[in-house]
């Protein structure tokens, strides 16, 4: 009887043993069963910079280098194709008066503007600033804005870069029309007549009683680049008989005497004579 007990004890036992087992492995089946499966991250979409994008914008800035009438130009182009040019007499607001201008590109100038960048190397070049700055002369900058990215052309590239960045700049200069570059030009020149006669800093020349028109010529490109180009005709007379010419100009005129000698001295080895008849007035005659 003893025997018969401990015998069904022992298969009880067994039973209980096997479904606490079985339930284990069930729970564990179920836990592996929940755990989240993290799903794997998809390849960012490449967006092909062939295309203009929808955020396309230009801005071009150049300005003067060191000189007595300085002056700046921004050039902006719109995603829309609406374009403007803002000529600004001084390097600062307020020095003087502005000049605007707009335009209006079509799509197909829209898309070779952005065509030409794009060959030239703006999005797989790095930019990068030269350490030897030059003095004086003009310079010029640029900001393109064009699949959410924002790239500048710093003013005194590299040598490496200067190339493509010269034939960027000249293309975005060529959007303006040839009408608008006249009239913000004449502009800008007049008014800057207008301040040279009122200001007693400048000088009359007088290029007078000449036959050789072609030395008349040379006297006003030496004179232009003795004055770094800060000069304005006035006038330019041609006597009846053609033989008589006759230029009259503005220079600036140092308060220093020292400062002047460059401008009186620079036609000595010409066949002129200078003589100045007064603070304001210089006249320039054939040497007798």
Not at 22 to 32: F, H, V
Not at 71 to 100: C, F, K, L
Not at 117 to 145: A, R, V, Y
Not at 180 to 186: C, E
Request: negative net charge; aromatic residues 8%.
């Amino acid at each position: 009887m003893r025997h018969c007990f401990a015998m069904a004890l022992g298969v009880l036992s067994t039973l209980l043993l096997g479904c606490s087992t079985s339930s284990n492995i069930t729970a564990t089946m179920e836990k592996q069963t929940l755990t989240p499966v993290v799903a794997e991250k998809q390849p960012a979409v490449i967006v092909s910079l062939d295309s203009r994008p929808n955020d396309f914008h230009v801005r071009y800035d150049w300005c003067t280098g060191v000189m007595l009438n300085n002056y700046e130009y921004t050039i902006t182009v719109e995603m829309d194709g609406h374009g403007q040019i803002v000529m600004r007499s001084g390097y600062a607001s307020g020095q003087g008066p502005n000049w605007t201008e707009t335009f209006l590109l079509k799509a197909s100038e829209l898309d070779s503007i952005y065509r030409l960048l794009l060959d030239k190397g703006l999005f797989t070049q790095k930019w990068q600033k030269t350490g030897d700055i030059p003095e004086g002369g003009s310079s010029n900058s640029m900001i393109i804005t064009a699949h959410g990215k924002r790239i500048e052309i710093p003013a005194y590239v590299i040598s490496v870069q200067q190339e493509p960045a010269a034939d960027m700049a000249s293309a975005v200069e060529a959007l303006v029309s040839k009408n608008i570059w006249d009239k913000v030009n004449a502009q800008r020149e007049q008014y800057f007549k207008k301040k040279a006669e009122e200001n007693t800093d400048y000088v009359k020349v007088v290029v007078k009683n000449f036959q050789d028109k072609d030395l008349v010529a040379q006297i006003e490109d030496r004179l232009q680049e003795t004055s770094h180009n800060n000069n304005y005709r006035l006038t330019i007379e041609e006597a009846a008989s053609g033989k008589i010419y006759k230029i009259v100009f503005l220079l600036p005129w140092p308060k220093e005497e020292e400062a002047r000698r460059p401008i009186k001295t620079c036609l000595q080895d010409y066949p002129v004579k200078v003589i100045e008849q007064n603070k304001h007035l210089l006249e320039i005659v054939p040497a007798d």
